[in-house]
């Protein structure tokens, strides 16, 4: 809805949904709108905040001035179409005594805001921020304001829950209401997310759901104790209420189903504070009205919910079953094996939507029995799955499975089997046959790659994400285990090595490679060996620039080869300097130091690597390295201090965020392919 739009539109409108017959029915309100003049007016307080920096007094005059002018318009600016975001604005900023007075202004009126679009926003901005203040205020002492008294906020919080409670499940579905609810039972519970810490509105006012797996915590705030009897109360009051069919149809709806995850999050802390609670809301969902299920049965001789069965496979759904797996007990967890996943593991595997769910089980999964079944039962049809891209299960495997020699054990041999043969083609060439997903090279893409290398053309889709989540997580294994990718890597000849190193994905891999912290003295020669000539070309790709940063560390306790380095950057001072990325290799390396105090960098260079990868994070051109990736501020986090004497331990940190950045990319091609 453009603004245009939205400014014509007189009256509001909020979902009513009955317990008889479901119908929505829609109940107009209006709030009034604000007079040209307020609207010039708040249109200057936008512009001020935006590009006006006060002393603190100004600023503090500022604040009241415009409080002053907000108070008898506070719904007015709540749903304003412009300018309830300077509402919001003016929100973080607010005295906690103003803060409380806005709030107490909209008593009353949450029933109706909570559904509009942009008074949802205000809503949930006025509550993360009322959270901070409920959870540190004094509730002895008396706020008091012009000898008015001011309740404490935690009563406010909790007059806003009893104004709504008799609504609570109509909100869970509605396109606005629910972030608003989801927040209030984050705000109960004490959570406070990182994305929610400031207002995220695009332009057409839409936010795009998150699931609870994408959504790092940031702070846990101790909230009076009055909230966690509410928090319990309202989970009570749903079970109570609800039947397991209606609580069933929200998991099938992309705002309903982040409402089920959040008070299946909220269930389970209740459970950890009260060993004798039940998981209501997680039976409700996985049993229905039939709960009585032996763990001895096996999945042929129980009928299986035909619900669950659908919410494995449904795009939505499939994130309430991995929060099922998520706050079930190891109890339910066998049932749910038993009875859904033991004799359909190939047929989950190969499924686009159900095998995130079998991964999530085999993560969450402590039962080695368990665990053992279903690697026997995936490496029967290993190859099956490597021909058609789908090795997310295979690497959650070995991801689990790095510590149990046993079992991981089996998964190498049969993926060295698989990829390359014979004990001669897997040391030449299983690196890269496994990065383009080509067993025993069957499509010939070894013979097409070097044809088109060597010609000069452009090579396309030799490097497969799949793959190089494969071997990513192939790095999660012992050193002596995958160190056959290692000694394949080195075998490559340098036309093949540079490439590598320009490509997206595959410099990725080769920093990691890079910054193994196991890696021998004698392969860190060799992996610096190939790229010389080539620093200076490396240097000025946006790409290959990451992997000369690298090679500092690689050249930790290899003197020689970084004053070579060193050297062949500085002949190239005039290409370097001049080009975006080589400028910051330039400044990484320290080559002016290099230059004119060559004793001085060589005694302080390790020192300086340790400075360089606190400011690499903020330097580092994240949207160009990988375009198409979002949230990659999150995956290009580098390790925070690194000195000759514990490198190996220090690297470790490096070597897991590029193994995040791999993670991320691969994230993001699932999400294509669904």
């Not at 004119?596 to 994240?622: C, F, M, Q, T």
Request: net charge neutral.
């Amino acid at each position: 809805m453009s603004v245009k739009k939205r400014r014509n539109r007189k009256t509001n409108t909020f979902v009513k949904k009955t317990n008889e017959d479901s119908v929505h029915q829609d109940e107009p309100f209006f709030f009034g709108t604000l007079s040209l003049e307020d609207e010039k007016y708040f249109k200057g307080v936008e512009e001020t905040l935006m590009t006006h920096h006060f002393s603190q007094e100004d600023y503090k005059i500022f604040i009241d001035n415009t409080f002053a002018e907000i108070e008898g318009k506070e719904l007015k600016l709540a749903i304003h179409p412009l300018y309830s975001k300077t509402l919001e604005s003016l929100l973080q900023i607010l005295s906690p005594i103003q803060l409380k007075k806005y709030f107490q202004s909209l008593i009353g009126n949450f029933k109706k805001l909570i559904f509009d679009c942009f008074g949802s926003h205000v809503c949930e901005t006025l509550l993360i921020r009322s959270a901070y203040i409920a959870s540190t205020e004094n509730i002895y002492s008396a706020f008091q304001d012009s000898g008015e008294i001011l309740v404490t906020m935690e009563n406010l919080i909790l007059f806003m829950c009893n104004e709504i409670s008799d609504m609570l499940i109509n909100f869970a579905d509605h396109k606005y209401a629910s972030y608003v609810f989801r927040q209030l039972l984050f705000v109960l519970d004490g959570s406070i997310f990182q994305d929610n810490l400031s207002s995220k509105r695009t332009s057409k006012n839409k936010r795009k759901p998150q699931l609870l797996g994408q959504i790092n915590s940031t702070k846990q705030l101790t909230m009076p104790e009055s909230f966690f009897e509410k928090k319990k109360s309202i989970l009570d009051n749903i079970n109570a209420k609800y039947s397991a069919t209606q609580v069933r149809n929200l998991a099938f709806n992309q705002y309903g189903s982040q409402i089920i995850s959040t008070l299946l999050l909220i269930e389970k802390n209740l459970v950890d504070n009260d060993k004798e609670r039940n998981q209501n809301l997680l039976e409700k969902l996985i049993f229905g009205d039939f709960k009585d299920i032996s763990l001895e049965a096996n999945s042929i001789q129980i009928e299986s919910d035909s619900f669950m069965e659908t919410l494995l496979r449904d795009q939505v759904g499939s994130h309430i079953f991995e929060s099922i797996i998520e706050f079930s007990s190891e109890e339910i967890l066998q049932k749910l094996y038993v009875i859904y996943f033991k004799d359909k593991i190939l047929r989950i595997s190969k499924h686009p939507v159900a095998n995130y769910v079998l991964q999530k089980f085999i993560e969450k999964n402590n039962n080695y029995k368990i665990l053992d079944e279903i690697v026997g039962k995936i490496i029967m049809h290993f190859k099956e799955l490597i021909d058609i891209g789908h090795i997310g299960v295979l690497v959650s495997l070995i991801n689990v499975s790095s510590h149990i020699t046993l079992i991981s054990t089996k998964l190498l041999n049969v993926l060295k089997e698989c990829f390359g043969g014979s004990e001669t083609d897997i040391k030449n060439s299983i690196f890269s046959l496994i990065l383009n997903l080509d067993p025993r090279n069957e499509n010939n893409s070894m013979k097409n790659f070097e044809k088109e290398l060597n010609n000069h053309n452009r090579v396309v889709d030799h490097i497969k994400i799949q793959g190089a989540h494969l071997i990513k997580s192939l790095f999660n294994l012992p050193y002596e285990m995958y160190y056959f990718l290692i000694e394949s890597f080195l075998l490559q000849n340098k036309k093949v090595v540079l490439y590598y190193a320009t490509n997206k994905i595959g410099s990725c891999i080769v920093e990691t490679i890079l910054k193994l912290p196991s890696l021998l003295a004698s392969d860190r020669r060799k992996l610096l060996n190939n790229f010389f000539e080539s620093y200076a070309y490396l240097s000025c790709d946006p790409f290959g620039s990451h992997i000369v940063d690298a090679c500092l560390f690689t050249s930790i306790g290899l003197n020689s080869y970084r004053e070579r380095i060193a050297n062949e950057l500085l002949k190239s001072r005039e290409i370097i300097e001049d080009n975006y990325y080589g400028k910051r290799v330039w400044k990484n390396w320290h080559i002016n130091l290099f230059k004119n105090k060559y004793s001085e960098w060589k005694k302080n260079i390790n020192s300086y690597v340790e400075k360089g990868l606190s400011e690499l994070k903020a330097d580092r051109i994240v949207n160009i390295h990988i375009s198409d990736v979002d949230s990659l501020n999150d995956t290009n986090k580098r390790t925070s201090s690194l000195t000759l004497s514990n490198d190996k331990e220090k690297l470790t940190d490096g070597f897991n965020n590029d193994l995040e950045e791999i993670t991320m990319l691969f994230r993001k091609h699932k999400k294509k392919k669904l």
